[in-house]
């Protein structure tokens, strides 16, 4: 095939041998000679040849060397809030989540309460009779001798049966059934010292194997502490106060049930996945150029994979793996959930749960469970009263405030993890932002 030549840039003129002058033709009077570069015509005709060289050497020019296009990275940001997209309803992709679970360190400044000075409360039995309370701790596996022991302590009065053991009770209590009283009594409403008791993953060793830890602290709980599911708990923390006299105990073990726990995400393409895929599930409704273009960025990287961090929005990515400050409103679930695309979050305080209800039916839509995507809201509820709200990232992953105490930071966990901390809730219930 021919191949067409284009003018080279840096070509210089050729030498070329000059043709013998034509032979001279008779003009008229009225008729000027063509080749008279004295005369008006002459001197257009090479003006417009001049010119239109010109525009044939700019064209092929043009055609050799195209100017080159602005970067990507300057065109997948638009200067403006983007536009919801025909697909936005389409579930995207979310690749492959890789997780690793990490144990968030304290801060040196805790809000504290005096929680040494709560009171015992007694176990709770909302319409039960001494009958039926002890079949409940029958069904829990306390022995016949403890079972007594305890029925001794119970009074009812028709409506409500209160069980109220004493310390030395609760300290040789042993774990298995320990466990169970405490999970069957968190089916009724305050019948728990804590509505969320202490847990701490066994993947990060028990409790008592914590370095630097008091001997009365460490004895406390491994007597204390009973396991459910790859995790141990704690509730008795009156028990704990009463037992610990000294000051630096109570401090070494408020220390060490106030650790946190969370996990760190990133995230790959899945194989075959497109960019536009990964963007849309990533982005919420959001700025899908802005988060297509993290990916695009990663995949030229050695490994490929994205922080979950740099695809969440400005709020939550600020407030990830951090404890708030003392000085700030006490954010909670509620505030985290309806906030989580919000980039001027801060400015709006804690809703309340009057006021998260009145959000929630007023700018989400309920979606059923198969559909969650990132962004999604999942809410836990004990009869009509809302307990928890979280927010879906990816697979069984979410993010959570586990209540508006600066203790409570926020952290990624897995929905079974949240559900096992709230045992009051029964239902759970799923929802989009209703302008997506």
């Known amino acids: 095939m021919a191949r067409r030549n284009a003018p080279r840039r840096d070509a210089k003129r050729p030498k070329t041998t000059p043709l013998p002058p034509l032979p001279a033709r008779a003009v008229g009077p009225s008729e000027t000679s063509a080749r008279d570069p004295s005369s008006p015509r002459t001197a257009a005709f090479v003006?417009?040849?001049?010119?239109?060289?010109?525009?044939?050497?700019?064209?092929?020019?043009?055609?050799?060397?195209?100017?080159?296009?602005?970067?990507?990275?300057?065109?997948?940001?638009?200067?403006?809030?983007?536009?919801?997209?025909?697909?936005?309803?389409?579930?995207?992709?979310a690749g492959v989540v890789e997780r690793a679970p990490r144990e968030l360190p304290s801060p040196d400044v805790l809000e504290r309460d005096d929680r040494c000075a709560e009171a015992h409360r007694g176990w709770l039995f909302p319409g039960a009779s001494l009958a039926r309370v002890g079949e409940t701790l029958q069904d829990a596996g306390f022995d016949a001798a403890t079972r007594d022991r305890f029925l001794a302590a119970t009074t009812c009065d028709g409506a409500m049966c209160t069980l109220t053991p004493d310390d030395a009770m609760l300290f040789v209590l042993p774990a298995a059934p320990r466990g169970r009283i405490y999970r069957a009594l968190g089916r009724y409403n305050g019948a728990v010292f804590s509505a969320i008791p202490f847990r701490r993953p066994l993947r990060f060793g028990a409790w008592e194997e914590l370095p630097t830890l008091p001997a009365p602290v460490r004895d406390l709980l491994r007597r204390t502490t009973w396991r459910e599911r790859e995790a141990e708990y704690f509730v008795?923390?009156?028990?704990?106060?009463?037992?610990?006299?000294?000051?630096?105990?109570?401090?070494?073990?408020?220390?060490?049930?106030?650790?946190?726990?969370?996990?760190?995400?990133?995230?790959?393409?899945?194989?075959?996945?497109?960019?536009?895929?990964?963007?849309?599930?990533?982005?919420?409704?959001?700025?899908?150029?802005?988060?297509r273009e993290v990916f695009a960025h990663a995949a030229g990287q050695a490994g490929g994979a994205v922080a979950l961090r740099d695809l969440l929005?400005?709020?939550?990515?600020?407030?990830?793996?951090?404890?708030?400050?003392?000085?700030?409103?006490?954010?909670?679930?509620?505030?985290?959930?309806?906030?989580?695309?919000?980039?001027?979050?801060?400015?709006?305080?804690?809703?309340?749960?009057?006021?998260?209800?009145?959000?929630?039916?007023?700018?989400?839509?309920?979606?059923?469970?198969?559909?969650?995507?990132?962004?999604?809201?999942?809410?836990?509820?004990?009869?009509?009263d809302v307990v928890h709200a979280m927010?879906?990232?990816?697979?069984?992953?979410?993010?959570?405030?586990?209540?508006?105490?600066?203790?409570?930071?926020?952290?990624?966990?897995?929905?079974?993890?949240?559900?096992r901390d709230y045992v009051l809730a029964r239902t759970e219930r799923y929802y989009r932002r209703a302008l997506r």
Request: proline share 10%; aromatic share 8%; charged share 25%.
């Open 47 to 93: 003006v417009a040849a001049m010119l239109a060289a010109l525009v044939g050497v700019a064209w092929w020019k043009g055609r050799a060397t195209p100017t080159p296009a602005a970067p990507v990275a300057q065109d997948a940001r638009p200067t403006a809030a983007p536009q919801p997209s025909a697909d936005d309803d389409l579930p995207g992709v």
């Open 236 to 291: 008795d923390l009156p028990l704990a106060c009463d037992l610990l006299r000294d000051p630096a105990e109570r401090e070494a073990l408020l220390r060490a049930l106030d650790r946190r726990y969370t996990v760190d995400v990133t995230v790959h393409p899945s194989p075959g996945a497109s960019l536009d895929a990964l963007a849309r599930y990533w982005s919420g409704g959001r700025d899908r150029a802005a988060v």
């Open 391 to 419: 927010t879906l990232l990816a697979e069984d992953l979410v993010l959570t405030k586990n209540g508006g105490h600066g203790r409570r930071p926020w952290v990624v966990m897995t929905i079974d993890e949240v559900r």
């Open 313 to 384: 929005p400005p709020m939550p990515r600020r407030r990830l793996d951090t404890y708030r400050d003392l000085q700030e409103p006490p954010y909670d679930c509620f505030w985290t959930s309806l906030r989580f695309f919000d980039d001027a979050a801060e400015r709006s305080p804690p809703p309340g749960p009057e006021g998260f209800a009145a959000e929630l039916a007023a700018s989400w839509r309920e979606v059923d469970r198969a559909s969650l995507r990132f962004g999604d809201m999942i809410v836990l509820s004990e009869g009509s």
